[in-house]
């Protein structure tokens, strides 16, 4: 049935916020060197893991032993949260003088604004509330585990533990680079920052993340974008109440601020992938609608593998993507390319 809409109201979206801290950094590094998983994926070699860990304090190597078990790291972060934390002093003095129940109910992952009563339930040690959440989380990868540790976790422990593996870290990574992580962190900080009224929050949020499409969704009022190096070239996920937090990785200019000649990555592989005219056609199809793999290739009259071999680049730069089944050209990363062309001069 056609409708014919006469409403004057916009379709609401989410305002961006963008904030950094080396502390984010340091917690986000306590993450990456216990997610065995994942580490072969990240930007620095596996070779500077390994020799990182081998260069650690035992101390430092048992509290990370500890993280890996328990994804203690996802405490951080959300304690972290919790206000704009000056320095690592302010942030342990915080842990410190919290009570019991409310560190509980902070390191408990937010699950959705109709659950919280739940999540403060569970944090006051009702079991029933723990399991609860624990049936809700179930198909996540460590949700369910991390909840029943932390609601039975013996309190005087727990902070010691978050306590000391931050301090611990910082101690033997962070402080010795500090000044160079701050500056790269700010420089990103302030570009993302200065974009805020010039692009709309969806457009910037898919720029500053490298190609994430963000879509407005219901209850998350706002979208909180932090700048880390660590995690490179991974974006990481988040949800604390009414928000989506963004990890996002820095850009390439913004680790070499003294450079103003070296561009975005993400601009080197869209005018790269636009650079070649079967990929340009293999747009143009994407942009009139949505296609599979079959039909581009019966329109173009190119052997599926060729097909297949341009569509991967396209993908690699963000500029393509595939939703239920068919590629479909990203939009708004295509439109971003001349803001993100003049940023670049201009910068």
């Given at each position: 049935?056609?409708?014919?809409?006469?409403?004057?109201?916009?379709?609401?979206?989410?305002?961006v916020?963008?904030?950094?801290s080396?502390l984010?950094?340091?917690?986000?590094?306590?993450?990456?060197?216990?997610?065995?998983?994942?580490?072969?994926?990240?930007?620095?070699?596996?070779?500077?893991w390994?020799?990182l860990?081998?260069?650690?304090?035992v101390?430092?190597?048992?509290e990370?032993d500890?993280?890996?078990?328990k994804?203690?790291?996802?405490?951080?972060l959300?304690?972290?949260?919790?206000?704009?934390?000056h320095?690592?002093?302010?942030f342990?003095?915080?842990?410190?003088?919290?009570?019991?129940?409310?560190?509980?109910?902070?390191?408990l992952?937010?699950?959705?604004?109709?659950?919280?009563?739940?999540?403060?339930?569970?944090?006051l040690?009702?079991e029933?509330?723990?399991?609860?959440m624990?049936?809700l989380?179930?198909?996540?990868?460590?949700?369910?585990?991390y909840?029943?540790?932390?609601?039975?976790?013996?309190?005087?422990?727990?902070?010691?533990?978050?306590?000391n593996?931050m301090?611990?870290?910082?101690?033997?990574?962070?402080?010795?680079d500090?000044?160079?992580l701050q500056?790269i962190?700010?420089t990103?900080?302030e570009?993302?920052k200065?974009?805020?009224?010039?692009?709309?929050?969806?457009?910037?949020v898919?720029?500053?993340?490298?190609?994430?499409?963000?879509?407005?969704?219901?209850?998350?009022?706002?979208?909180?974008?932090i700048?880390?190096?660590?995690y490179?070239?991974?974006?990481i996920e988040?949800?604390?109440?009414?928000?989506?937090?963004?990890?996002?990785?820095i850009?390439?200019?913004?680790?070499?601020?003294?450079?103003?000649y070296?561009?975005n990555?993400?601009?080197?592989l869209?005018?790269?992938?636009?650079g070649d005219?079967?990929?340009l056609?293999?747009?143009?199809?994407?942009?009139?609608?949505?296609r599979?793999?079959?039909?581009i290739?019966?329109?173009l009259?190119?052997?599926?593998s060729?097909?297949?071999?341009?569509?991967k680049i396209?993908r690699a730069?963000?500029?393509?993507?595939?939703?239920?089944?068919?590629?479909?050209l990203?939009?708004?990363?295509?439109?971003?390319l001349s803001?993100?062309l003049?940023l670049?001069?201009n910068q």
């Amino acid at each position: 049935m056609d409708v014919l809409n006469h409403s004057s109201r916009k379709r609401e979206t989410y305002q961006v916020h963008v904030t950094q801290s080396v502390l984010w950094e340091c917690a986000l590094g306590i993450a990456a060197i216990t997610n065995t998983p994942i580490i072969k994926t990240l930007e620095k070699p596996a070779d500077y893991w390994e020799e990182l860990k081998e260069s650690l304090p035992v101390g430092l190597l048992a509290e990370l032993d500890f993280v890996s078990i328990k994804n203690t790291w996802k405490a951080l972060l959300q304690l972290l949260h919790k206000r704009d934390f000056h320095d690592l002093g302010e942030f342990t003095s915080y842990i410190q003088t919290l009570p019991m129940t409310e560190l509980t109910f902070i390191c408990l992952p937010f699950i959705g604004s109709k659950y919280q009563e739940i999540r403060r339930r569970a944090s006051l040690g009702e079991e029933s509330a723990m399991k609860e959440m624990m049936k809700l989380t179930s198909d996540h990868s460590f949700f369910p585990n991390y909840i029943e540790f932390i609601c039975q976790a013996n309190g005087k422990r727990l902070k010691e533990h978050l306590i000391n593996v931050m301090n611990f870290w910082y101690e033997a990574i962070i402080e010795k680079d500090s000044y160079h992580l701050q500056t790269i962190l700010k420089t990103d900080y302030e570009m993302k920052k200065k974009m805020l009224d010039k692009m709309p929050p969806e457009e910037l949020v898919e720029w500053a993340t490298g190609g994430v499409s963000y879509l407005p969704e219901p209850s998350v009022h706002n979208v909180l974008l932090i700048p880390q190096y660590i995690y490179r070239p991974w974006n990481i996920e988040a949800d604390i109440e009414g928000t989506k937090v963004f990890y996002y990785p820095i850009s390439n200019e913004s680790i070499t601020p003294n450079d103003q000649y070296t561009p975005n990555n993400f601009l080197v592989l869209k005018h790269k992938a636009l650079g070649d005219e079967v990929r340009l056609r293999i747009v143009k199809l994407l942009y009139e609608h949505d296609r599979t793999l079959q039909d581009i290739t019966e329109k173009l009259n190119i052997g599926k593998s060729t097909i297949h071999h341009h569509l991967k680049i396209l993908r690699a730069a963000k500029l393509v993507e595939i939703i239920d089944a068919k590629y479909s050209l990203k939009r708004i990363a295509l439109d971003m390319l001349s803001k993100e062309l003049e940023l670049y001069l201009n910068q």
